[in-house]
């Protein structure tokens, strides 16, 4: 779609920036290591992974938004068959699609093939609004795959896509922002929204509450399939962030692209 490239990048400037003031103006935590490494770091991440969906277009004919208007111009897909109104289809698309993304979430923590890759994400020793784009070039490909095999079975309209992925890239930077919101607030978005203390409860170094709060945007799914836990065992203060065994070598970029071929 014409300037397509251009929105999504205004919204996520936008909202990187809204998000960073707003936790250097209240934050939650402490740091435990300098913002000024970790940012160059995860933010360089941003820049491969870009570079691997580039390269995964030159692999593939299409890409998710591009898939959907050839799912559309073939007819493919069940939206496509049943000719419903594009709101519907647009509110049921952004529903799947996010479902989706909570699964796919799930299974990188089930398979230790795909842990070994987003544990990347995980190894982040401190989590604000640039956690949210750390996340290994091998997953985001993988993770485009299976967005583009969903699109082409749904036949969602391109706009859909790309709604969901904006509201995709927006809630995780929200829900890693290093953001102190007050406790009422925080109470009223719970039941629907995923928020900086609920999701910071998976990124905790104990197996039983990093294996929970999967979610990305909506906090629905991690309810339905009891993979909800409101608050970690030691307190959002106390709480210890990243895996078990790390030191601070999560901030050095080659370290990083390293650890999933290490033995660790």
């Given at each position: ?7 999504r990048l205004s919204v996520f400037l936008g909202l990187f920036a809204l998000f960073a003031v707003a936790e250097a103006m209240a ?40 898939a959907a208007i050839d799912a559309q111009a073939q007819g493919w897909g069940l939206f496509n068959s049943l000719q419903w109104p ?56 993988f993770s485009m795959l299976l967005k583009i095999g969903l699109v082409y079975l749904m036949g969602p309209t391109a706009l859909a ?104």
């Amino acid at each position: 779609m014409e300037h397509e490239t251009l929105i999504r990048l205004s919204v996520f400037l936008g909202l990187f920036a809204l998000f960073a003031v707003a936790e250097a103006m209240a934050p939650r935590r402490i740091r435990s290591q300098s913002r000024q490494r970790r940012w160059l770091t995860n933010v360089t991440f941003t820049v491969l992974n870009t570079l691997a969906l580039r390269a995964l277009a030159l692999a593939l004919p299409l890409l998710a938004v591009g898939a959907a208007i050839d799912a559309q111009a073939q007819g493919w897909g069940l939206f496509n068959s049943l000719q419903w109104p594009v709101w519907v289809e647009t509110v049921l698309a952004v529903l799947i699609l996010d479902f989706a993304i909570w699964a796919q979430h799930l299974i990188t923590h089930k398979i230790p093939f795909l842990w070994r890759f987003h544990r990347v994400h995980h190894a982040d020793r401190d989590i604000d609004v640039t956690t949210a784009i750390r996340f290994h070039p091998v997953e985001i490909a993988f993770s485009m795959l299976l967005k583009i095999g969903l699109v082409y079975l749904m036949g969602p309209t391109a706009l859909a896509v790309i709604l969901f992925e904006i509201i995709l890239n927006g809630t995780a930077m929200f829900n890693h922002a290093n953001i102190r919101l007050p406790l009422t607030f925080d109470r009223m978005l719970r039941p629907v929204l995923v928020t900086p203390d609920m999701h910071r409860v998976h990124h905790s170094i104990h197996r039983a509450e990093h294996d929970s709060n999967y979610g990305f945007s909506l906090s629905i799914w991690d309810r339905m399939f009891g993979t909800y836990i409101a608050q970690p065992k030691a307190g959002h203060d106390d709480m210890t962030i990243g895996l078990q065994w790390q030191d601070d070598s999560p901030s050095k970029l080659g370290w990083s692209l390293r650890l999933p071929f290490s033995r660790k």
